[in-house]
Every structure is written in structure tokens, then in C-alpha cells.
């Protein structure tokens, strides 16, 4: 059995948050990753001013995540199109790019990170890796994203009776894509489901549907859904329209949208998707990836394996109002009765979506200005 003060599982941006903080403040550590080769993850994509301010304080500038700069936010609901900006510039960006500066800036700080080790199971700090091999942490940082890992996986029922299915087509960069997509973050929304899209780095667009299991079994297959959602919705199907019909369609099943982690036990923090999972159309999925990272990093810094239970406290009080008001704006989403009705509000209440986009980000913590006081 190997042994290793702090194991952090997953070197996505809420692991490699962490490693970064630990690796700076000569903490040993080991991250274990199971993909050799840095893939374009299917969530993400989109990066709000606040995460940017995250990513800064691990030493991580917004050019370093290219050119995509995102200023406004775009609403379509049937005929009905929307267009505010938003509280300050964003980014877009593919997870490839993003994952992969953040683990180059880890290793970069002096991470101990070992990629193709797929963690099989857990039973308390302790894996067990794909080989039959175990690695002990005195501490774990749980940081293995939308997949579950045996022994750790969040409950069944948070699925609800109809589960959301994540799915995503990266669409080829084209002139008129860019013309029609810009510098907004855009909203697609429609019953039971909706789509994300935004620019990245290199002029590609990154299309991300949440669609309930029952929405996709009546179409058949993804494929089909999204051809029955371009015929049926105008301004969705002009972007659709620039698919090849080759791209792959990447999907993950069984998303707990709403889901927190309210407690935990010693030595063991969850992060990321792992200690609350908000609803994508809030854009701040990542901003909690990497602020759990940040902060579980510091809190292990300042108390050991035994702050792991009062940080997952702190931490699920800090994303309750977020992930809360997502799911309300979610849930009026994918009722399209309700949205017909709630939309013109917009209109009619200035500054209603710039007040929901700054409620639905996490926000700052005592923890946070004491890591501050730190690094300076």
C-alpha cells in the first residue's frame, strides 16, 4: 500500500485548484488523474467574471484561456429573443484549454500529479486503483466531477424521477456562426430541457443541452432530439444548421442538478460536482470547481485533515443561494407556460437579469480573505 499525506482524486480544475494552493505552500500531496491526455470534458465552457477572479489567485490571467470574451446574454423562448449584457465581461473557453493550463500550473508550482490511475473505489482517505493496488491519504480531496466513484457516490434520489442528461456538440469554427453567436453566452430554452452555446478560443462553439430522460426517450436518440429542437426553434436551428452531421455528441447521464454536499466526515473534502452540483444555465459550475479547491486547499493549510468537516459546512452554506436560485430559474425555464409568462418581465424590470446573474455566483468568504492575507 502507498501512502501519501493528502491524495486528491481528479485533475479537473477543482483538483488541480487544490494541488496549486497545496503545491504553493509546500504541502505534500499527490494527485491522481485517469485520462493520460487532456480531453475537452463535456461541461464547462463558459467562465463568469467572478471565476476569472478565482483563477487570478492561483496565478492564472484570462489571456492565458485565449481570445473569447463574452459581454451579453441572449434569451431566446419561442419567438421571443432577449439580449442584456452581463455584470462584467466573461470568458469561453473549451475545457481542453482550461484543464490544461490549470494542471500545467499546478505542476508548474510543483504538484506531485501521476495521470492514468483510475480510481476504482473508496473506502474512507483510502483508493482503490484499477490494478488492484491501494493508495492511502491521510487526507482525501474528492475531486472526481460528475462521475461518482464507489463508495463516495452522492444518493440515488437526488436524480429525481425524471434525470437531466447532459449533452454536448462542439460545433467547427464558420464565419457565420461567429456573426450569429458573438460575444453573448446564449440560452436556448424549451420544454423539459435547454442549450447553452458560447464561443471558444478558437472560434468553435460549444453547444451544451440539459434534457430530462423523458424528453430524449420520446425524440429516440440525441441525434434525433436535435433535429426535432433545430426544426422547432427557429434561432436554435440556424446554429444547428452549421453541424457536418460527423461531430460526435458527447452526453453524461444521471446529473443530480441541485444536489449539495451538507456534511462530510474527517479528512475527507468534496469538491466541485462532488460538493454541489448547479444548474449549467447559471454559468457558474466552474466558478464552484475552482472556489472549492481554493478554499479546501487553504482550510487543509491552516487546520489539517480534521477542517475537511467545517469547510463542507461552509462550503454548502456558500453555494445554497446560488444553486437554489438556479434551480428556480430552471425550473421556470423548462415550462415553457412559465417562461412565456416571466419573460416579459425582463423587459419590464431593468437590471432583473444582471441582479439573477450576480445571485447565482458564488460569492466571497471570511476563508477567502484570510487566504489572501496569505499570499501576500
Request: charged residues 20%; proline residues 6%; contains cysteine.
Amino acid at each position: 500500500m502507498r501512502r501519501t499525506a493528502a491524495l486528491i482524486v481528479g485533475g479537473g480544475p477543482a483538483g488541480a485548484s487544490a494541488a496549486i494552493v497545496l503545491a504553493r505552500a509546500g504541502a505534500p500531496h499527490l494527485l491522481v488523474e485517469r485520462s493520460r491526455e487532456t480531453g475537452d470534458a463535456i461541461c464547462g465552457g463558459f467562465l463568469s467574471w467572478r471565476t476569472l477572479e478565482s483563477l487570478a489567485r492561483i496565478g492564472i490571467a484570462p489571456g492565458a484561456l485565449g481570445p473569447a470574451r463574452v459581454v451579453r446574454n441572449r434569451i431566446f423562448l419561442g419567438h421571443r429573443r432577449i439580449d442584456t449584457p452581463l455584470p462584467r465581461p466573461a470568458h469561453g473557453v473549451s475545457r481542453r484549454l482550461l484543464d490544461t493550463v490549470l494542471m500545467q500550473q499546478a505542476i508548474a508550482m510543483g504538484a506531485a500529479v501521476e495521470r492514468g490511475v483510475t480510481v476504482r473505489s473508496l473506502v474512507g482517505s483510502t483508493a482503490l486503483i484499477d490494478d488492484g493496488a491501494e493508495l492511502a491519504g491521510d487526507t482525501l480531496f474528492l475531486a472526481s466531477g460528475k462521475h461518482d466513484v464507489r463508495g463516495a457516490a452522492r444518493p440515488a434520489e437526488a436524480r429525481g424521477e425524471d434525470p437531466v442528461l447532459g449533452l454536448r456538440v462542439r460545433l467547427a469554427a464558420a464565419p457565420g456562426l461567429t456573426r450569429l453567436i458573438g460575444d453573448a453566452i446564449e440560452l436556448h430554452l424549451f420544454d423539459r430541457g435547454y442549450v447553452g452555446i458560447v464561443l471558444q478560443e478558437d472560434g468553435s462553439a460549444n453547444l451544451c443541452m440539459a434534457v430530462h430522460r423523458s424528453k430524449m426517450l420520446a425524440a429516440g436518440s440525441p441525434a434525433a432530439l436535435l433535429d426535432t429542437l433545430g426544426r422547432d426553434h427557429p434561432a436554435l436551428g440556424d446554429r444547428l444548421a452549421y453541424r457536418t452531421g460527423g461531430e460526435p455528441i458527447d452526453a453524461i447521464a444521471n446529473v443530480p442538478y441541485g444536489w449539495r454536499a451538507l456534511q462530510t466526515t474527517d479528512a475527507v473534502f468534496r469538491l466541485g460536482d462532488q460538493a454541489g452540483v448547479i444548474p449549467s444555465l447559471a454559468g457558474e459550475g466552474m466558478g464552484i470547481a475552482i472556489a472549492s479547491g481554493i478554499r479546501a486547499g487553504h482550510a487543509y493549510i491552516a487546520r489539517g485533515a480534521a477542517a475537511a468537516p467545517r469547510f463542507q459546512r461552509d462550503f454548502a452554506a456558500a453555494t445554497a443561494r446560488p444553486i437554489r436560485l438556479a434551480g428556480l430559474v430552471r425550473d421556470a425555464a423548462e415550462r415553457p407556460w412559465l417562461g412565456k409568462a416571466l419573460l416579459p418581465l425582463v423587459g419590464h424590470v431593468p437590471g432583473l437579469i444582471d441582479i439573477i446573474a450576480r445571485a447565482t455566483r458564488i460569492g466571497h468568504s471570511p476563508l477567502d480573505h484570510a487566504a489572501r492575507q496569505q499570499e501576500n
